[in-house]
């Protein structure tokens, strides 16, 4: 009975409850996905699914040495761990969880962006590191966010929730959009070629997918144009900063500061310059970290996986143009 069950290889560790959903239709595989390359390319030989994260790096010679592969299911709004066009080129449909966790990343861009503005993480060290029972001088004030300008850059579904919240904050609202879109930003978020962003933005927060057109798309030119009491707040993908370009910039003090949830290299290197920065507010890349948005994510990722494999169309696939031979391989 097992035998004729689709193979499936799982990189990321399912509870008890979604695992046995699985199991009742797969044959399910788990590796870590820093498990050594000989262990998960003999569990994807014969997969026909993989449900991974952002932490799987899927290429082409992943791909190559996972000849029945149908689908992959990232747990993950952004696909950038991904081959895309090979996976195309190959009949894989990659699947993604849009939607379910707009508001959990929007929240924390604002948390991001009121602890730039408040001074969060100073002022919380100044009490635990017992500077205000010690009676030592209190950090510089903070500053409003009311009256100020947010500069959005990527204007999708999170970028539209950012933008919403920073309205309920008294912010003015610019954008400018890396893609072209049908539609326009809602009436109180006013369009921006990306230098008038740069250059009119007391913050600017980004919500662009990594693409190769991204990468790097805010380097020393761009930081540049940024005015010198202006924040930069990340939570997309960590290379779409010039990480480099940024730690000199923070130092020299062409811009204020950074409030980054994401770093070129996760979980970065313990000799990162940017980590001893004063002028930083760092998170470990947790911006879909709630416990309601990871189940709802979990829940999409196992839906878009299970109807590829039942030769149905999934509910979010970002190479729809792969779907006709990923469903008729069945
Ligand atoms: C996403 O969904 O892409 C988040 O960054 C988690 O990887």
Not at 16 to 32: F, G, H, T
Not at 85 to 109: F, H, K, M, Q, Y
Not at 146 to 151: D, E, I, Q
Not at 152 to 162: D, F, P, S, T, W
């Amino acid at each position: 009975m097992e035998a004729s069950l689709p193979i499936v290889c799982v990189t990321i560790g399912p509870p008890p409850e979604v695992l046995a959903r699985l199991e009742a239709v797969c044959q399910v595989r788990i590796v870590a996905a820093d498990a050594p390359a000989r262990v998960l390319q003999e569990a994807l030989s014969r997969a026909e699914g993989l449900l991974c994260s952002a932490l799987l790096p899927v290429n082409e010679s992943l791909m190559a040495r996972a000849p029945r592969l149908r689908v992959i299911s990232n747990f993950g709004v952004g696909f950038n761990n991904v081959d895309l066009p090979e996976a195309t080129r190959r009949g894989i449909a990659v699947c993604n969880t849009p939607g379910v966790l707009s508001d959990a990343v929007a929240d924390l861009t604002l948390a991001l962006i009121l602890a730039a503005s408040r001074r969060l993480v100073e002022n919380a060290a100044y009490v635990t590191s017992r500077g205000w029972s010690g009676g030592r001088p209190a950090p510089a004030l903070g500053f409003d966010v009311g009256g100020k300008s947010l500069g959005i850059i990527g204007l999708g579904r999170i970028g539209r929730a950012v933008a919403q919240r920073a309205r309920a904050f008294g912010m003015e609202v610019v954008y400018h959009d890396t893609v072209e879109t049908p539609q326009d930003g809602p009436d109180y978020c006013q369009p921006r070629k990306l230098d008038e962003l740069l250059r009119e933005s007391d913050i600017v927060s980004l919500h662009v997918n990594l693409t190769p057109e991204t990468h790097h798309l805010l380097g020393a030119r761009e930081l540049a144009l940024m005015k010198r009491s202006a924040w930069v707040v990340n939570t997309s993908r960590g290379p779409v900063i010039d990480q480099a370009a940024l730690v000199r910039a923070l130092r020299a003090g062409v811009i204020a500061g950074a409030a980054l949830d994401v770093l070129e290299t996760e979980p970065p290197m313990a000799k990162e310059p940017i980590l001893s920065l004063p002028n930083v507010v760092l998170l470990p890349h947790v911006g879909s970290a709630t416990v309601e948005t990871r189940a709802a994510m979990l829940d999409l990722a196992v839906k878009n996986l299970l109807a590829v494999l039942a030769g149905q169309e999934p509910p979010a696939c970002v190479n729809r143009e792969a779907l006709p031979r990923a469903l008729e391989r069945r």
